[in-house]
């Protein structure tokens, strides 16, 4: 080599920032360079250099090939063909797509990556895929091996479009403290114990708790809430049949507004959620005066997401319920302290959804005329 060339290879191996492989390179090239003396045996400079023997044949092959270009030498290599291409065609992916779609086999419940490639094998028309590759194929925003379960109503439905706007134009209303409205709704509740006491956090630790558990029973938690106000009331019973329900409008009518003519009452329909359910658990004159107390509102079929109530319950899982509690008492005290928390701030809710919004937004629930 030139003394320009050993002056260009001693600045690739001392500055600036190059790949790892062009350096290491660029010392085989100095290290085998005859015109500034002899050179040590191959197997020295190896080891010297951290590298193999073929990895020194390889480097003196390459500069003997380039003619002595040492630039060459070091440079990366350019593919001389074409990378191969990809088995996933067009074609293929929708076929992957198609399949992933289709009714799983019998015993399986959804689409696997594992089952799809195995499927996939068997398949002539398309060429053999790991699961990985499968993967990759599937991860769009279809994403069709997976599935989510939300309610979808049905279309043109007029009896959810008209219970959808009533239950709208209640939440238009201004606030009245004569006729306030209250939504109500209630979610069942696992009660669960500890079998070892979990640890709690600390310096370079998460809190732990044991995955086994035990049962305690089941409940049923009651929400109600006036979203205007900022006032909500939460209670768990130990079941929600007729009467308890009947218990809990009592009490919304009796203790919580008294001294209120109509409460606007706003809930799904649940089969305990009637008029019904008062006449079960009370005589009928009592019955009729707690009916005649309460304006209803039934959210629609399948559009439970019209209850302001829900919100209440999110929010109450998220900040209360997120742990086990193995008693019902002590569930009840947990709930008092959250609805007492949560009402001292008087946090509101401000629905926006108004019924000019579901015209245009949800207009395939509207009956074409």
């Known amino acids: 080599m030139t003394a320009q060339d050993r002056e260009g290879l001693v600045r690739v191996t001392t500055t600036g920032v190059r790949p790892a492989s062009m350096i290491m390179r660029a010392r085989v090239l100095l290290a085998l360079d005859t015109s500034v003396g002899?050179?040590?045996?191959?197997?020295?400079?190896?080891?010297?250099?951290?590298?193999?023997?073929?990895?020194?044949?390889?480097?003196?092959?390459r500069f003997a090939e380039t003619g002595g270009d040492v630039h060459a030498t070091i440079a990366r290599k350019k593919r001389d063909l074409p990378p191969v291409p990809s088995p996933v065609t067009g074609e293929v992916e929708a076929r992957l797509i198609a399949m992933?779609?289709?009714?799983?086999?019998?015993?399986?419940t959804r689409w696997s990556l594992r089952l799809l490639e195995k499927h996939v094998a068997l398949?002539?028309?398309i060429p053999d895929l790991d699961h990985s590759t499968i993967g990759r194929v599937l991860k769009t925003e279809l994403r069709p091996h997976l599935r989510k379960c939300w309610t979808i109503p049905p279309r043109a439905n007029a009896e959810f479009a008209a219970r959808m706007e009533d239950v709208l134009a209640v939440y238009a209303r201004p606030?009245?403290?004569?006729?306030?409205?209250?939504?109500m709704d209630?979610?069942?509740?696992?009660?669960?114990?500890?079998?070892?006491?979990?640890?709690?956090?600390?310096?370079?630790?998460?809190?732990?708790?044991d995955s086994e558990y035990i049962r305690c029973g089941t409940c049923s938690i009651f929400v109600w809430t006036e979203p205007l106000r900022g006032w909500r009331r939460v209670q768990a019973l130990s079941?929600?049949?007729?009467?308890?329900?009947?218990?809990?409008v009592k009490q919304l009518l009796s203790v919580d507004?008294?001294?209120?003519?109509?409460?606007?009452?706003?809930?799904?329909?649940?089969?305990?959620?009637?008029?019904a359910s008062l006449y079960e658990a009370?005589?009928?004159?009592?019955?009729?005066?707690?009916?005649?107390?309460?304006?209803?509102?039934?959210?629609?079929?399948?559009?439970?997401?019209?209850?302001?109530?829900?919100?209440?319950?999110?929010?109450?899982?998220?900040?209360?319920?997120?742990?086990?509690?193995?008693?019902?008492?002590?569930?009840?005290?947990?709930?008092?302290?959250?609805?007492?928390?949560?009402?001292?701030?008087?946090?509101?809710?401000?629905?926006?959804?108004t019924t000019h919004d579901a015209r245009i937004k949800l207009r395939h629930l509207y009956p074409k005329n």
């Open 186 to 209: 209630e979610k069942p509740y696992q009660l669960l114990d500890h079998v070892r006491d979990p640890l709690p956090a600390r310096p370079g630790h998460d809190a732990r708790q």
């Open 239 to 248: 079941q929600r049949t007729r009467t308890d329900w009947a218990s809990q």
């Open 175 to 183: 606030y009245d403290p004569a006729r306030p409205v209250v939504c």
């Open 123 to 125: 398949a002539e028309d």
């Open 257 to 275: 507004y008294p001294d209120t003519e109509t409460v606007v009452l706003v809930m799904d329909n649940l089969n305990t959620h009637s008029i």
């Open 38 to 61: 002899e050179v040590d045996s191959k197997e020295v400079i190896a080891a010297r250099l951290g590298v193999s023997g073929e990895t020194l044949r390889l480097v003196a092959k």
């Open 282 to 353: 009370f005589e009928p004159q009592e019955a009729f005066a707690l009916a005649q107390r309460l304006e209803i509102h039934h959210t629609p079929r399948h559009g439970s997401w019209l209850n302001i109530a829900e919100i209440e319950l999110s929010a109450l899982t998220r900040q209360c319920l997120d742990r086990r509690i193995s008693d019902l008492g002590i569930l009840n005290t947990e709930l008092s302290a959250w609805q007492n928390a949560t009402n001292t701030d008087q946090r509101q809710v401000n629905w926006q959804f």
């Open 100 to 108: 992933a779609c289709s009714q799983p086999p019998q015993g399986h």
